[in-house]
């Protein structure tokens, strides 16, 4: 049967992170390893029992043993661990070394490969649902930007008639003072036509009393009826002038 060293050199890079354990076994007594095996400096493995017998059939004074594969020679004989000093301990290594082989590994792999397959289809849901979450909220904020830009002109356009009609009211507004400065003066010049007509009525009585005869040549001083025409004439006249200004 091949050691693990042979197992592992022939094995693909990918094979080689879980070989089958279950197949290997022990080259002196031929049974497969169950959980463990006792590697040797030279990397073959056997059981602890089978490397004991082999360290047992060699004189202790002969220091070493050899593989019975390889016949690569291993130190025997070796101190108890509390014969060494303390700062020495972490730099002898042991010829015989424990291998934890776990046959179940396969087992095991096979499951967490199932186990991350699942996951992978559940993330590649995951991802589809977000990639179309992701398409709902771009649609939505292209519509959001719409909404925008047509909020912006509509206050662009508000501004614009506001300062139109900032334009406007103050066109008003001297308007207005103009109008207001339009009225006093006619206020004002009626006024004055008001006060003015008294002092000629008063006149034509004058006149009209200094011509007890009838004798003047104007036909509107010959009686009080016709002083009243004459009133009007003068209102008239009055108003025309009103009228050239
Ligand atoms: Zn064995
Ligand atoms: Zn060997």
């Known amino acids: 049967m091949a050691s693990l060293q042979e197992q592992v050199t022939t094995l693909e890079p990918e094979e080689a992170v879980a070989p089958n354990w279950s197949q290997?076994?022990?080259?002196?007594?031929?049974e497969p390893f169950v959980d463990v095996g006792h590697s040797l400096p030279c990397g073959h493995m056997y059981h602890l029992?089978?490397?004991?017998?082999?360290?047992?059939?060699?004189p202790y004074y002969r220091g070493s043993a050899n593989c019975p594969t390889c016949r690569e020679p291993f130190p025997i004989g070796m101190p108890e661990e509390e014969d060494i000093p303390a700062l020495l301990r972490p730099w002898i290594t042991q010829p015989i070394r424990k291998i934890f082989l776990r046959p179940s590994a396969d087992e095991d792999l096979c499951d967490k490969l199932d186990k991350l397959s699942k996951n992978v289809v559940e993330?590649?849901?995951?991802?589809?649902?977000l990639v179309k979450h992701c398409q709902e909220i771009h649609k939505t904020l292209s519509q959001k930007d719409a909404e925008n830009l047509s909020?912006?002109?509509?206050?662009?356009?508000?501004?614009?008639?506001?300062?139109?009609?900032?334009?406007?009211?103050?066109?008003?507004?001297?308007?207005?003072?103009?109008?207001?400065?339009?009225?006093?003066?006619?206020?004002?010049?009626?006024?004055?036509?008001?006060?003015?007509?008294?002092?000629?009525?008063?006149?034509?009585?004058?006149?009209?009393?200094?011509?007890p005869m009838g004798m003047a040549s104007d036909s509107t001083l010959v009686s009080p009826s016709a002083a009243a025409g004459c009133k009007?004439?003068?209102?008239?006249?009055?108003?025309?002038?009103?009228?050239m200004e």
Do not use: W
Request: aromatic share 4%; with cysteine.
């Open 232 to 243: 009007e004439s003068q209102s008239v006249d009055e108003s025309e002038d009103y009228e």
């Open 49 to 58: 029992h089978c490397i004991e017998r082999v360290q047992e059939s060699v």
């Open 123 to 129: 993330l590649e849901r995951h991802r589809e649902a």
């Open 151 to 211: 909020l912006k002109e509509a206050a662009a356009r508000h501004r614009r008639e506001q300062r139109e009609n900032l334009v406007v009211r103050a066109k008003m507004s001297q308007d207005n003072s103009e109008l207001i400065r339009r009225q006093s003066s006619v206020s004002r010049k009626h006024k004055d036509h008001h006060d003015k007509k008294p002092r000629i009525t008063s006149l034509k009585k004058v006149v009209f009393t200094y011509n």
């Open 24 to 30: 290997m076994g022990c080259s002196i007594c031929l």
